[in-house]
């Protein structure tokens, strides 16, 4: 009797341990693991030196607008990309980096992908590309890319217009917004892309965010007249709350001067400890205004005073990207691109033999892998793009 009790229990063991090993073999991480809330508010000074690789990837015309790198040896660039070929031009929809070069084999075509891209982004695995379906069509699309299974999903809306910015939380949120208020959001890898309108009728060109619960949007409309206004958003659990309209400066919470001129880009950072929000907003002048626990007070400081000089040339700034607040990279054309480390603004010339004083140079896209490389997608001139890549 002993020794069959004694069996039974080897037997039932076996049993769990083989249940609880196949159990784990069939499962597929579908998330990145989620990173740790920031505990503190000290931020290692931004690097500014790096080795620079350059590649031209498009030739006139193309249109290039989003680049994302799973790793230093695994990124894509996205869009209508051109290039000469034995004498042809060919077309592809995205490049892919294996390491030594910039290959047409994306794992999937115009038939995967579905659409011309303006934006991606995405996390360790997964990346999310938007845009439209090209010339002569009027509806945006977008197309998601899982790294583990090197499959495209691609999807025609039909909402008219395009999409112009995507963001994600990194824990599965994205959100891509576009033409006239257009708002699409996915909760979730495995969930459905839900419709929004947001209430306004100007475009929305850039969306970041904080967390899903916290997102910020920049909106610009052109009118016939030929003045431009812009909109900054925050959209927070399901509503909307207008923070600054320099055509309607009516009930807004954030004031910019008249002579300030037109506004191109905006970019977030939150110091959870302080909870205390940064918000950075160029274009003709450049700015950082801090909010203390949403009281939306925003105290406002403008970038020259830190030593910035792109508000005393003709062009001021294009783009902003922040990946701390002591680093980040403020840009302008003709090749302006100027490095903030936590002490000064610094004007970083990576490779010597970009054509300085071209009137175009803009860095449209910029990324920073978390081995700290950089990789910038640059026009060079009308429709012609390299790519910069910087090796810290």
Not at 138 to 163: M, S, V
Request: charged share 20%; hydrophobic share 35%.
């Amino acid at each position: 009797m002993k020794k069959l009790i004694i069996k039974f229990f080897y037997t039932l063991l076996f049993s769990v341990i083989s249940l609880v090993l196949f159990s784990q073999c069939k499962k597929t991480p579908i998330e990145p693991k989620k990173k740790d809330d920031e505990t503190n508010c000290n931020y290692e000074p931004g690097n500014r030196n790096f080795t620079w690789r350059i590649d031209t990837v498009a030739w006139w015309p193309s249109d290039l607008g989003g680049i994302w790198a799973f790793a230093d040896n695994d990124a894509y660039v996205m869009g209508n990309i051109n290039q000469w070929k034995n004498g042809d031009m060919e077309s592809y929809s995205g490049l892919h980096w294996n390491g030594n070069e910039w290959s047409t084999n994306i794992s999937g075509g115009w038939d995967d992908v579905k659409h011309y891209s303006v934006d991606v982004t995405g996390d360790d695995y997964y990346m999310v590309s938007v845009g439209d379906l090209g010339p002569g069509s009027h509806t945006c699309g977008l197309a998601e890319f899982n790294n583990i299974t090197k499959k495209w999903k691609g999807y025609q809306f039909q909402t008219e217009g395009t999409l112009y910015s995507v963001w994600t939380d990194k824990k599965g949120y994205y959100i891509a917004v576009g033409t006239n208020g257009m708002i699409y959001q996915k909760d979730g890898y495995a969930a459905e892309w839900v419709y929004s309108k947001a209430p306004t009728e100007f475009t929305f060109t850039k969306v970041t965010g904080i967390s899903k619960n916290e997102i910020y949007l920049f909106a610009d409309i052109n009118l016939q007249s030929g003045n431009s206004f812009q909109q900054i958003w925050k959209y927070s659990n399901n509503m909307f709350i207008k923070l600054l309209d320099n055509q309607d400066t009516t009930n807004t919470y954030i004031k910019i001067p008249e002579s300030a001129g037109n506004i191109t880009d905006i970019a977030v950072n939150r110091c959870k400890l302080t909870d205390t929000l940064q918000l950075y907003i160029v274009g003709s002048e450049s700015y950082l205004l801090k909010d203390y626990k949403d009281k939306y007070k925003f105290h406002r400081t403008n970038l020259s005073y830190f030593g910035l000089p792109l508000s005393y040339s003709n062009y001021g700034a294009s783009r902003v990207f922040v990946f701390s607040p002591d680093d980040y990279w403020i840009t302008g054309l003709k090749y302006n691109l100027f490095h903030w480390n936590g002490t000064d603004f610094y004007k970083t010339e990576p490779i010597s033999s970009l054509p300085y004083g071209e009137f175009t140079g803009l860095v449209w896209k910029m990324q920073k892998n978390s081995s700290g490389k950089i990789w910038m997608l640059l026009e060079n001139s009308s429709q012609v793009y390299t790519v910069l890549q910087g090796n810290p």
